[in-house]
């Protein structure tokens, strides 16, 4: 341990830290520009100077990257650590005169104009190597360097051009303190970590908020690490040492009783009507979009904001963008209703918008929902029924300008309107998943006509399929509710559970027999079962069937030449019974 | 004559004669039978006359074989009558076990048959394009009478109650045997019975062991197609063997011929219909998933029905041919 | 009888899990088809025996329908590729009995298809309406000899 003074304070810190860490320890706060705990300090600023008194007098050092001695005495604002400040931001201001951080210190050191020369009014950098150092050191990649010395020093690519080596990280940015490096996609070239309509995204995420286990991933398209095999940042910040950057995917196999299928569902992709400008039109967006915006945990907090940041004063909802349409998928999505209810709630709530609701009729099929439709309708929500034809950013008066008109039919009056609102919220049907046809062919089950995975029986057996021991839950069976939903899933679950607590299994009843006395043993039948359950027995001259393995679907019986062969409850007796039994007048 | 000997008949129908041929085959073995019997009935044979079988008793007949098809009003009306007079009726030999040879002429009607026998057929030289009559006067005034050609070609016992079934074409000398010394000794199967053994020839087949695991076929060839393999499964071979599909007892006399079955033992008691259930059978072995493919190699087979119903075709559940005619 | 005041019966095999399900289906959705068709269900159109199609003809249908899953969806694997190969054969043979070949039908209904099920009863019906009667003979000895 270390024994110090700083700012007259006396302290014992652990040994091998810096003073700035020491004082921030403190609470004391000493200015820096070009400092960051992930990389190693460079002191290039030189804002972060202290005063530092020994017995004899006192040196200035840059805070940052010196370290903590025993008997240290720190004066982080004594007067000559300030003078030397000033001059230093002074001479920065001079260098990057448009960097507002730079700006900002200087007013709080009480700086009003520089006294150097400005050689360029819009210059933001202040040439403290972050960048050179971050893609050097931290990627790896040594895209960007600096270039000329003095006056004309500046950071640059070699030959001023684009980089061959640049992997489009952006780290440099991430990393310049004064905002002096913008990333944008130039040439068609990946950037790695691009932002989101609604918040960056990093190599390194859980995949849905409500991910269980909620572990993140590295995705190794977008890390850096996995394209120069350096950074590994993450490792460092990590107390817990739990990134393994050498784990590799697994494939495991398990041997289970029962499968329960719930892959769930894909949301419809609306820029397939051109019509609602999805994509097109600023502040059109998806329900799944709202939904995140309106998050707590959302970039904007859960404040419902339009893309220029402001609060938007009228909304509008569009109900069926994608269902109940036949040129898109013919059946109602059964939350879509509901959830666009909600929607009109929060916006209420949160803002002071006028909300409109666009319906082909309103479907509040569950409990208390028809109630608070009412409520909606007292609330002032207004519901106008028709189909939204178009939405556009195309004025005809100055109200509507810009704003976005929503053009309907409003049917229980019978006229045609343009309603202007700020923000369009498209509420989107549900899908079956893109992959919904491979899964239906790996577990051997069918899909309905609309793709959802079929039931066994609409009434009778909602959660089985006509595979034995496979179940669904949720919605990839069909567009459901999150009550449907977990009322499936727990029946699902149930009937794993009889089948695991059984622990045995059931045979199919209605299986094929071979009668030994009939047959010959002409083992045409052998090769035809799909399921192998027939073998010859030499030594008897006889096919056998397997009752364990055959699945009772007669394809033996019926080429069974000498008829041994027969299926129960589906004996060849038994259906001559029933056609003459069709012919009994 | 001794009157405790049982009385035996033999009749035939429509047939080749070739069960007659059977019961000569019998060779030696034919002096236990007469010792044993007295016939009292053998049109090919012996020189007995409709009234002499007429003026017997009811029944007093012991046991009639008759062999042959039904086809026309002659057969329909001695078979009658020699059901009447005989305690039992034994069908002898696949026509009347199944219909046979002659049974395929239900593929066609009198009309049709008569056109190609006395008109068409290369070998007629019928220019006035004369045609049997049933009646004909004569002209000194005497009349004439052929028996009435039926349009369709029935089994025994579709005109007549039939006791056994004695299959084969022919049957063979043992089959015969047994199934004589069975009734002289009165230990007779139940009424309807086959005499013959309730499984299908592969049973028998030397060859059943040379089948592969899984029967394919890519290509249907007819015997004289290829060089046949005389150890082989037939079927193995692409040929049509109807042996699965036949009841066995004939002591595989085609096979050890190196000729594939052609199914004269008819089915097993199980199946309701040899040919559409050996079509079943063989169908099931074409080895293809794809429409064109299985159109190309059922293409290779020229005449299903008559294949799968060489023999069976009047016992079949269809019978005959779709008749043009309605009622 | 004449076609206009024809009414065939017509029966169909159906395999349980595809064709049958999808008759349910057209059922349960109220969907209107074609009363002429009378359904037998069978575990799997695999299991479908020609035997029961001549049986059936015999009996006095004027059309048959053998309905299984779609290739590659027979709930058996192969099931309905045994249908197809049998019903390919079968067809051409029973033009030999001068049954015409469009009197077995073979088709592929899934258990999602009610509206194809309910459109090949209509037009099979119809098929079969412009086809006649098929008046297989079903007597005795007596309606053979004078037909």
């Not at chain 1, 979009?289 to 893309?307: C, D, H, Q, Y």
Request: with cysteine.
């Amino acid at each position: 341990m270390v024994n110090l003074k700083i700012d007259g304070k006396t302290i014992q810190v652990e040994d091998g830290i810096t003073i700035l860490q020491a004082a921030e320890q403190q609470e004391i706060k000493i200015p820096t520009l070009c400092y960051h705990p992930l990389m190693e300090p460079y002191a290039a600023c030189r804002v972060c100077v202290v005063e530092s008194i020994s017995g004899k007098g006192s040196e200035l050092v840059t805070s940052c990257n010196t370290l903590v001695k025993n008997g240290m005495e720190i004066q982080t604002a004594s007067d000559k650590a300030l003078f030397a400040r000033r001059m230093n931001v002074e001479m920065l201001l001079a260098q990057a005169p448009a960097a507002v951080p730079v700006q900002e210190l200087a007013k709080e050191l009480g700086i009003e104009k520089t006294r150097f020369k400005i050689k360029d009014p819009d210059e933001k950098c202040i040439l403290c190597g972050m960048c050179v150092r971050a893609c050097e050191d931290i990627v790896g990649a040594s895209a960007i360097s600096f270039l000329q010395r003095g006056q004309h020093r500046e950071v640059c690519t070699p030959f001023g051009e684009q980089s061959e080596a640049c992997i489009g990280c952006t780290a440099c940015a991430f990393f310049c303190p004064t905002g002096a490096i913008t990333v944008e996609d130039l040439h068609g070239r990946k950037v790695i970590h691009s932002e989101l309509d609604l918040g960056p995204s990093t190599a390194i995420r859980v995949p849905i908020r409500q991910a269980v286990p909620m572990v993140p991933f590295i995705d190794e398209e977008a890390c850096i690490h996995f394209k120069t095999g350096e950074c590994k940042i993450c490792s460092d910040v990590c107390q817990k040492e739990a990134i393994d950057h050498e784990a590799q995917d697994e494939e495991i196999e398990l041997e289970v009783g029962s499968i329960i299928l719930a892959s769930g569902f894909k949301s419809f992709d609306p820029s397939l009507i051109p019509a609602y400008g999805y994509g097109r039109l600023d502040n059109v967006i998806t329900a799944l979009e709202f939904e995140r915006l309106v998050n707590a945990s959302s970039p904007t907090g859960g404040k419902i904001l339009l893309s220029n940041g402001e609060e938007p004063k009228s909304v509008g909802i569009i109900h069926c963008v994608g269902s109940r349409d036949e040129n898109y998928n013919e059946y109602c999505s059964r939350v879509c209703c509901m959830y666009s209810l909600k929607f009109a709630h929060l916006l209420k709530e949160k803002t002071s918008a006028d909300i409109y609701d666009f319906y082909i009729d309103m479907r509040c099929f569950g409990k208390g929902y028809e109630e608070f439709y009412h409520r909606l309708l007292h609330e002032g929500t207004k519901f106008i029924r028709g189909r939204v034809s178009e939405v556009s950013d195309m004025a005809l008066s100055k109200e509507e300008e810009g704003k976005l008109i929503i053009r309907v039919e409003d049917t229980l009056i019978g006229v045609v309107r343009r309603i202007p609102v700020d923000m369009v919220i498209l509420a989107t049907g549900l899908e079956p998943g893109t992959d919904s046809n491979q899964i239906a062919k790996v577990f051997n089950i069918s899909c309905s006509q609309d793709g959802f995975f079929l039931e066994r029986h609409p009434k009778l057996a909602p959660v089985s399929t006509f595979s034995d021991g496979i179940f669904l839950a949720g919605t990839c069976q069909s567009p459901k509710d999150i009550p449907d939903t977990v009322a499936q899933a727990g029946a699902a679950a149930c009937e794993a559970l009889a089948l695991a607590d059984k622990g045995k299994f059931d045979l199919e009843p209605i299986t094929a027999e071979i009668d030994e006395e009939l047959c010959a043993g002409c083992q045409i039948c052998v090769g035809l079962c799909p399921f192998t359950a027939i073998t010859y027995d030499k030594e008897k001259g006889i096919s056998e069937i397997n009752d364990a393995l055959c699945k009772g679907c007669g394809t033996c019986v019926s080429a069974c030449p000498s008829g041994a062969a027969q299926q129960k409850h589906f004996r060849d007796k038994q259906i001559f019974a029933e056609i003459e039994g069709i012919f009994i007048e | 004559m001794s009157t405790e000997k049982p009385k035996v008949a033999f009749y035939w129908c429509a047939s080749c004669g070739g069960c007659e041929e059977a019961v000569i085959d019998l060779a030696e073995d034919i002096l236990k039978v007469t010792a044993a019997v007295d016939i009292v009935f053998w049109p090919v044979a012996m020189d007995f006359k409709k009234t002499d079988v007429e003026a017997m008793e009811d029944g007093s007949i012991a046991v009639s074989f008759i062999n042959g098809a039904v086809r026309n009003s002659e057969q329909e009306e001695m078979v009658n009558l020699l059901r009447r007079k005989s305690g039992l009726v034994v069908a002898f030999g696949s026509c009347s076990h199944l219909g046979g040879i002659p049974g395929l002429a239900n593929f066609w009607n009198r009309k049709t048959i008569f056109n190609s026998s006395y008109h068409t057929s290369p070998s007629t030289d019928n220019p006035e394009g004369t045609i049997p009559q049933e009646k004909h006067i004569m002209e000194d005034g005497k009349e004439l009478t052929l028996p009435r050609f039926y349009d369709t070609v029935y089994t025994l016992d579709q005109v007549i109650d039939v006791d056994y079934y004695l299959p084969g074409c022919a049957p063979p000398k043992h089959l015969i045997m047994t199934a004589i010394t069975a009734i002289l000794e009165g230990k007779l199967p139940s009424k309807g019975a086959v005499l013959s053994p309730n499984k299908s020839l592969c049973d028998d087949c030397g060859r059943n062991d040379s089948k592969p695991e899984k029967l394919a076929i890519k290509a249907v060839k007819r015997p004289w197609e290829v060089e046949m393999d005389n150890e082989k499964c037939f079927l193995a071979q692409g040929i049509i063997c109807m042996g699965p599909a036949t009841r066995s007892g004939c002591e595989e006399r085609c096979i050890l011929g190196n000729m594939p079955c052609r199914g004269c033992f008819g089915p097993t008691d199980q199946v309701y219909d040899q040919g559409a259930k050996f079509l079943g059978a063989f169908a099931s072995l074409l080895d293809s998933d794809d429409e064109e493919e299985i159109e190309k190699i059922v293409n290779t087979i020229v005449d299903p029905a008559g294949t799968f119903y060489r023999f069976s075709l009047p016992s079949s559940i269809l019978r005959r041919k779709r008749m043009e005619t309605v009622k | 009888m004449s076609s206009e005041n024809f009414d065939p019966t017509l029966i169909g095999f159906l395999c349980t899990w595809c064709s049958y399900t999808g008759a349910d289906l057209a059922g349960t959705a109220r969907m209107t088809y074609s009363p002429n068709i009378r359904i037998i269900r069978v575990m799997c159109s695999g299991r479908v025996d020609p035997q029961f199609v001549i049986k059936a003809f015999k009996e006095g249908a004027d059309g048959i329908l053998i309905s299984g899953c779609h290739p590659g969806d027979c709930h058996y694997k192969e099931g309905n590729y045994k249908a197809l190969r049998r019903h390919r054969l079968l067809r051409k043979m029973l033009e030999q009995f001068g049954i015409e070949k469009e009197r077995l039908r073979l088709e592929w209904v899934s258990a999602a298809e009610g509206a194809k099920f309910q459109n090949v009863c209509d037009e099979f019906t119809e098929q079969i309406k412009e086809l006649g009667p098929l008046n297989i003979m079903k007597g005795d000895i007596n309606e053979y000899r004078e037909a």
